[in-house]
């Protein structure tokens, strides 16, 4: 199949064609004829797959005709983070040049004023996170009411993010008569009962099992000890041909940490999280995408939606808390039927462990161990501490046998009360156990 079958126009197929795809994907090839018949739709598919053209393709056409008034957008696309949003906005201008399309991105980090501009001049859409989106409506800067078309975008993340009752206040201001596409990347039973409260009769598209990792990807598992992942880490980055690299981190303060460490050892790197400026975030981005800085060290805040399509590597410096966040943050790499590697570092313990069969009981497969990162001395380390914890437990034990003796022989007096024995150490007290505190030299 080709773009040309699925029904868009002169001007877009010019556009696809000199972006240089050649083939729809399956979500793209499924869901767009449904969106230019005006359908809602229900859609899931596994991240890199082209979610977003799905949508952006039908609604330059459905668009081309029309006019949007000041303040009042035509259409309407949420996204859960600025990035995500970001990346909207930048296919849309790619897909939409040869088309005369009004446009505005609403995100935190960017000046109200200049916002509020484009909006005044009208836009056909409007691409915003809910937050920021909120803060225009509540300062009356912008009216909901004509959006005839709505998309949701990663949903489950919205969920995640908390999101939700923030997208069904904005939805409640729309006209029911209009489009939504709901779009997510998991279809779990609590995103479609979220899914209901949007759609009507929608058209189900889910074009591969959730939490399915793709076969591009060649991932391993490598148990190491906690002091020792930076240098595993440094390690991999040197032996495996890495065009460019997403280390995943846990907590923020890992990132500043784990960069810091990189940066003192040569390698160029730049960080990616959720209490950066907009500014900020925007840079490292731009200068991750040009080959500037090979390495980016990010929280969950990149592992969905993101489209960089040349990621050679994954690196879980942490293994995820969410099991399906695996899935999202390895499938930064292996993107387009490229090849891609992904390595996760553990931790021998308990926590870690829990996570790991989290992570293998959702795909269904356990993840290839790559060869043991506990070095010799490390073993020989745990060994002394294991040997050192067992001397310990066993004079422990050794004095509460002595206690449990003295407390076995030791006799009641009339009263019931429990008195020492006898005194049966000698002459003086040297000979004693306990020498009173008056009689010790200083």
């Known amino acids: 199949m080709s773009f040309s079958d699925l029904g868009l126009s002169e001007e877009l197929l010019q556009a696809i064609s000199e972006l240089g795809y050649e083939a729809p994907t399956p979500i793209q090839a499924e869901s767009i004829p449904y969106v230019l018949m005006g359908r809602d739709i229900l859609g899931?598919?596994?991240?890199?797959?082209?979610?977003?053209?799905?949508?952006?393709?039908?609604?330059?056409?459905?668009?081309?005709?029309?006019?949007?008034?000041?303040?009042?957008?035509?259409?309407l696309i949420l996204a859960p983070?600025?990035?995500?949003?970001?990346?909207?906005?930048?296919?849309?201008?790619?897909?939409?040049?040869?088309?005369?399309?009004?446009?505005?991105?609403?995100?935190?980090?960017?000046s109200f004023g200049d916002q509020e501009a484009a909006l005044?001049?009208?836009?056909?859409?409007?691409?915003?996170?809910?937050?920021?989106?909120?803060?225009?409506?509540?300062?009356?800067?912008?009216?909901?009411?004509?959006?005839?078309?709505?998309?949701?975008?990663?949903?489950?993340?919205?969920?995640?993010?908390?999101?939700?009752?923030?997208?069904?206040?904005?939805?409640?201001?729309?006209?029911?008569?209009?489009?939504?596409?709901?779009?997510?990347?998991?279809?779990?039973?609590?995103?479609?009962?979220i899914g209901a409260k949007f759609v009507m009769n929608p058209k189900v598209i889910s074009v591969a099992p959730p939490a399915a990792t793709a076969s591009t990807i060649t991932a391993k598992l490598i148990w190491t000890h906690f002091k020792k992942k930076r240098e595993v880490l440094r390690g991999l980055l040197q032996s495996e041909d890495i065009n460019n690299a997403v280390i995943f981190c846990n907590r923020k303060r890992d990132i500043s940490t784990l960069l810091s460490s990189l940066k003192r050892h040569n390698f160029k790197a730049v960080a990616l999280h959720g209490d950066m400026t907009q500014s900020s975030r925007l840079a490292a981005l731009e200068e991750f995408k040009n080959g500037e800085s090979p390495l980016l060290i990010a929280s969950d805040v990149a592992a969905r939606g993101l489209d960089i399509p040349s990621v050679s590597h994954v690196f879980n410096f942490d293994v995820p808390s969410n099991a399906e966040d695996y899935v999202h943050r390895i499938g930064r790499t292996g993107r387009a039927g490229r090849e891609g590697k992904a390595f996760t570092l553990a931790v021998p313990n308990d926590d870690d462990k829990k996570l790991v069969k989290a992570v293998e009981e959702l795909i269904g497969a356990p993840i290839a161990l790559m060869e043991n990162a506990i070095t010799d001395s490390d073993e020989q380390a745990n060994a002394d501490n294991a040997s050192?914890?067992?001397?310990?437990?066993?004079?422990?034990?050794?004095?509460?046998?002595?206690?449990?003796?003295?407390?076995?022989?030791?006799?009641?007096n009339e009263h019931g009360e429990l008195r020492p024995v006898a005194w049966t150490g000698g002459n003086s007290f040297k000979d004693a156990d306990h020498i009173p505190a008056f009689l010790r030299s200083a």
């Open 120 to 193: 005044d001049k009208g836009v056909d859409v409007l691409i915003a996170t809910p937050g920021r989106l909120l803060d225009h409506f509540e300062r009356g800067k912008v009216l909901l009411q004509d959006v005839k078309i709505l998309v949701i975008d990663e949903a489950d993340r919205m969920l995640d993010m908390g999101f939700i009752p923030d997208v069904e206040r904005i939805v409640s201001t729309l006209s029911k008569m209009r489009q939504t596409l709901f779009f997510s990347a998991t279809l779990s039973d609590e995103i479609k009962t």
């Open 81 to 110: 983070t600025r990035e995500l949003a970001a990346q909207v906005a930048e296919n849309f201008e790619k897909f939409a040049t040869h088309h005369k399309l009004s446009m505005a991105l609403l995100i935190g980090g960017v």
């Open 388 to 412: 050192t914890k067992q001397k310990d437990k066993s004079v422990k034990a050794s004095n509460d046998d002595v206690h449990q003796s003295k407390k076995a022989n030791a006799k009641r």
């Open 44 to 75: 899931s598919a596994q991240t890199g797959t082209g979610k977003t053209a799905s949508f952006t393709l039908p609604m330059i056409d459905i668009l081309a005709n029309g006019r949007a008034k000041a303040r009042m957008p035509r259409s």
